[in-house]
């Protein structure tokens, strides 16, 4: 019953800058680990960027440098700073979250989506 509402995507020049935001509500006790991942026309869904509750953060080499993965702890909230954009990162953007719920039992969720277009 964990769900996940993403926002923050749309069109934008090459070299501009979007930040996605994802929401995680329901019954949640913890949180584990807030990543994001993408998939685009006709390829496969790849991991992005992840960050735990001890604070770290990981990326793919391909926005190395550019993106930014940030966690509001309060809000249960992670966002996606995307900087320096590239028609290379048009794709649908999807929020993961893994964690424990108040029932004890653990979750992975995922998100609706949200579109992110890069063109000129």
């Known amino acids: 019953q964990v769900q996940l509402v993403e926002s923050g995507g749309g069109l934008v020049q090459p070299g501009g800058s979007l930040r996605l935001s994802c929401a995680a509500s329901g019954s949640i006790f913890s949180i584990y680990r807030m990543a994001w991942y993408r998939q685009a026309p006709g390829k496969q869904r790849e991991w992005v960027a992840a960050t735990t509750s001890g604070g770290g953060r990981n990326y793919a080499d391909s926005v190395e440098g550019r993106f930014t993965i940030s966690r509001d702890y309060a809000k249960n909230t992670v966002h996606l700073q995307m900087d320096s954009l590239k028609p290379e990162d048009t794709a649908i953007y999807y929020c993961?979250?893994?964690?424990?719920?108040?029932?004890?039992?653990?979750?992975?969720?995922w998100g609706q989506g949200t579109q992110v277009t890069v063109s000129s």
């Open positions: 993961n979250v893994r964690g424990r719920g108040t029932s004890a039992a653990q979750f992975d969720s």
